[in-house]
Every structure is written in C-alpha cells, then in structure tokens.
C-alpha cells in the first residue's frame, strides 16, 4: 500500500520539487564574486584587528581610522561590529554616501532590518539613487513586505536600467511568482534583459528559470541551452540546464550533446558528471544504456563532492536495476544520511528491505515516508526528486 502511494506523491511532486531546486540556486548566479584571494591566517586577522582597534582608541574622531575598523569587520563578516563602527564613522562624514551604504548593508545582515530601512530612507531623501533602491528592495524583501520590495527593485531599475539592476528585478519577481503579474513581469524583463545585455549567460539563465516556472518547457531548455553556447567556461548555466532539461524530451539530443561536452571539458566537476550521468540514465532505456559509464561518473561526483546525497541516491537506483540489493541499500542509506529529509531516498530504502527481508527496517522507512509524506502534503518539498 505504502509504495503505491509513495509513488503517485512522487509522480505529483516531481516537476515542483524540480522548479524549487532550481529556483533555489538562481540568486547565486546574481551576486558579485571577489576574485580569489589567499585567505589570511588567523593569527594575521587577529593582529590587524588588534592595530585598528588601538588606532581607533587612540584617534576616535579620524574618520579614516574608525572607517577601516568599521570595513575590517565588513570584509569578514562580522555584522554588528561592523554596523556599531560604521555608525560612528557615518557620523564623523556628515552623512558621506558610501560609508552610509555600508553602515545600511552591515545592518541588513545583523539583522536589524527596521533600522536598515531607516538608514536607506534617510539617504534617499538626499539623493535618489539606484544603488539604495536595490538594497531598500532586498531589506523589504526580508522584511517580507513583497510588494514594497518589488516596488524598490522597479525603481532601481528605472533608474539605472544595468544588467545587474534588471536580473535582481527578474530574480525577485519570479521569487513571488504567487503574486498577480509577478511570473509574467519576471518574463518580461528577463527578456528585456536579454535583448539589452545579449552576451550575459546569468540573464539567459533567469529567462530559461523564469519561462521554466511558466511551464514553457520547450522554450526554457532552449533559451538554457543558449546560455552554456554563450559561455563555454561559465559551468553555472549547465547545472540549471541539467535540473531543467528533463522536461523537454523534444531537445534531449540538444541537451546530451551539451552536457556530454561539459563532462569531457571538465572531468573534475561534480556537477557535469553527475549530470551527463543521469542523462545518459534518462535517455538510453531499459535495454540501451551504458551502466558501466553510468556507474563511473556517479562514482566520480560523489568522490568530488562527497557530501552531495543525489549521486549516492542515483547509484542506488542504478545498483538497485542490477539487483544489487545491499550496495543499492548502502547508497540510499548515504543519501539520507546526508539528508534525513530526503524522501525517495527513505521511499526506496523500504522496497529495498522488502525485498531482502529485513521486515523490521522497511517498516521504520515505510514509517518515515509516511511522516515527510504528512509533512509534505502542504509544503511541498525543498529536493530534487531523481527517479
């Protein structure tokens, strides 16, 4: 009873479950990188922290001194401190901009978002400025007052219609697509943005998540697809191309041929690996597919990226079609190891006790399917359901 249940939860949720993780990864692909730097020792951070707070004790009015102090705790992320300097430094400037953005960001980030949307009012009042709109949009949206924060981000855009301005209104639309107009404005100004900014894959890649979330699938795996030819070297866009392109089966050749290129030009990320794996898995068929090369690039994902449970869970199910019961069993029980969450991990796992008459551990797994399935049935899940 319990598995046939299981599976038309699973058959339900598939396609949601999907969008939600690749929903989840589109914000990364908007933020700023900082260039690789060697990370400085702890015992070099402890000693410039020392200097600027004795130098701070010593000048307490030199904006210079206190500032450093204030972008000291900015850089490593230390929120508060950062804000409780940056106050006085923001002081010492009579209200210098770029000192009071930054007073506002690490105030953000500690958490006091009432007094951050106070910060940016006040500047704004003095300049209207795209820059403060876009994080005024950021601090509401944390705020959770959604409609506010979608007017901010519109602002910014306004203002300054940049690649980035434009990508962070998308992004934050198709975020609330429950809202009225939100999907269908997020669509169209990623696809405005596409037509001002032709040569940046992050803006494809928001078209293809957005018309995803549409249900224009056809159109989405293209326009992703559009993305990995732009930039070659950029592998983000693969990875939204990888978690996407099951739904299209009109371009899974497209699609192969891409993900076969990324794991041949780059044999030592996880992702393409696993991907490419998984395709191979999707397309070949019951008689037509090559498990051995399956089964090796599942191994080499989960040997680059160990704790990632999806490539011990897809393993599982590949040693599951050999009937190799207990090495399926060991994969499924790494992958909710990892994330006890994971529901078709716990879902096979029960099958897979049936069928080698481990009666006791299939009722506990048949058990904790039964409670993520309660838990689920109003929350829909936060994974990539891999079958």
Same mark, same amino acid.
């Given at each position: #009873?319990?598995?046939?249940?299981?599976?038309?939860?699973?058959?339900?949720?598939?396609?949601f479950?999907?969008?939600?993780?690749? *929903?989840? #990864?589109?914000?990364?692909?908007?933020?700023q990188?900082?260039?690789?730097?060697?990370?400085?020792?702890?015992?070099?951070?402890?000693?410039? !922290? /020392?200097?600027?707070?004795?130098?701070a @004790?010593?000048?307490?009015?030199?904006?210079?001194?206190?500032?450093?102090?204030? !972008?000291?705790?900015? =850089?490593?992320?230390?929120?508060? %401190? $950062?804000?409780?300097?940056?106050?006085?430094?923001?002081?010492? @400037? @009579?209200?210098?901009?770029?000192?009071?953005?930054?007073?506002?960001?690490?105030?953000?980030?500690?958490?006091?978002?009432d $007094?951050?949307?106070?910060?940016? %009012?006040? #500047?704004?009042?003095?300049t209207?400025?795209?820059?403060?709109?876009d994080?005024?949009? %950021?601090?509401?949206?944390?705020?959770?007052?959604?409609?506010?924060?979608?007017?901010?981000?519109? /602002?910014?855009? !306004?203002?300054?219609?940049?690649?980035?301005?434009?990508?962070? &209104?998308?992004?934050?639309?198709?975020?609330?697509?429950?809202?009225?107009?939100?999907?269908?404005?997020?669509?169209?100004?990623?696809?405005?943005?596409?037509?001002?900014?032709?040569?940046?894959?992050?803006? #494809?890649?928001?078209?293809?998540v +957005? *018309?995803y979330?549409?249900?224009?699938?056809?159109e989405?795996?293209?326009?992703?697809?559009? +993305?990995?030819?732009?930039?070659?070297?950029?592998?983000r866009?693969?990875?939204?191309?990888?978690?996407? @392109?099951?739904?299209?089966?009109? *371009?899974?050749?497209?699609?192969?041929? /891409?993900?076969?290129?990324?794991?041949?030009?780059?044999?030592?990320?996880?992702?393409?690996?696993?991907f490419?794996?998984?395709?191979l898995?999707? /397309?070949?068929?019951?008689?037509?597919?090559?498990?051995?090369?399956?089964?090796?690039?599942l191994?080499?994902?989960?040997?680059?990226?160990?704790?990632?449970? !999806?490539?011990?869970?897809? &393993?599982?199910?590949?040693?599951?079609?050999?009937?190799?019961?207990?090495? +399926?069993?060991?994969?499924? $029980?790494?992958?909710?190891?990892?994330?006890?969450?994971?529901?078709?991990?716990?879902?096979? &796992? +029960?099958?897979?006790?049936n069928?080698?008459?481990? =009666?006791?551990?299939?009722?506990?797994?048949?058990?904790?399917? =039964?409670?993520?399935?309660?838990?689920?049935?109003?929350?829909?899940?936060?994974?990539?359901?891999?079958?």
């Amino acid at each position: #009873m319990i598995r046939g249940q299981a599976s038309r939860f699973l058959g339900q949720r598939i396609q949601f479950v999907g969008f939600a993780t690749i *929903l989840c #990864m589109l914000p990364l692909i908007g933020r700023q990188v900082a260039l690789p730097q060697p990370p400085p020792s702890a015992k070099n951070s402890a000693e410039e !922290e /020392r200097s600027l707070l004795q130098a701070a @004790s010593r000048e307490p009015t030199n904006l210079q001194v206190v500032g450093s102090l204030g !972008e000291y705790y900015l =850089r490593n992320e230390k929120w508060n %401190e $950062s804000a409780r300097w940056l106050a006085k430094a923001y002081a010492l @400037s @009579s209200g210098d901009e770029s000192v009071g953005y930054d007073l506002a960001y690490a105030t953000m980030q500690a958490g006091d978002l009432d $007094s951050a949307k106070r910060q940016i %009012e006040k #500047m704004l009042a003095q300049t209207d400025n795209a820059k403060l709109h876009d994080l005024l949009g %950021e601090v509401d949206d944390r705020r959770a007052d959604y409609v506010t924060a979608a007017r901010e981000y519109h /602002r910014a855009a !306004e203002i300054d219609p940049s690649e980035s301005n434009i990508f962070d &209104l998308g992004t934050f639309l198709l975020q609330h697509q429950k809202y009225v107009g939100f999907l269908e404005d997020s669509i169209k100004f990623f696809r405005y943005g596409v037509a001002q900014f032709p040569h940046s894959s992050r803006m #494809m890649v928001g078209l293809g998540v +957005a *018309l995803y979330a549409a249900n224009e699938y056809d159109e989405a795996v293209r326009v992703l697809c559009e +993305a990995v030819d732009l930039d070659p070297k950029d592998r983000r866009p693969i990875q939204f191309l990888g978690r996407a @392109s099951r739904v299209s089966p009109a *371009l899974a050749e497209e699609v192969d041929r /891409r993900l076969k290129d990324f794991a041949e030009r780059y044999p030592e990320n996880a992702a393409t690996n696993y991907f490419y794996a998984l395709s191979l898995w999707k /397309r070949g068929g019951d008689e037509g597919r090559d498990l051995d090369e399956i089964g090796r690039l599942l191994h080499k994902a989960e040997s680059l990226s160990p704790g990632w449970y !999806e490539p011990h869970y897809q &393993l599982g199910v590949l040693y599951e079609s050999q009937k190799l019961y207990p090495d +399926a069993i060991h994969e499924m $029980s790494r992958a909710v190891k990892i994330d006890p969450d994971f529901f078709p991990a716990h879902f096979r &796992l +029960a099958v897979l006790y049936n069928k080698t008459g481990q =009666r006791a551990q299939a009722a506990a797994e048949a058990s904790i399917v =039964r409670r993520l399935k309660e838990r689920d049935s109003d929350n829909a899940p936060g994974h990539d359901v891999t079958q």
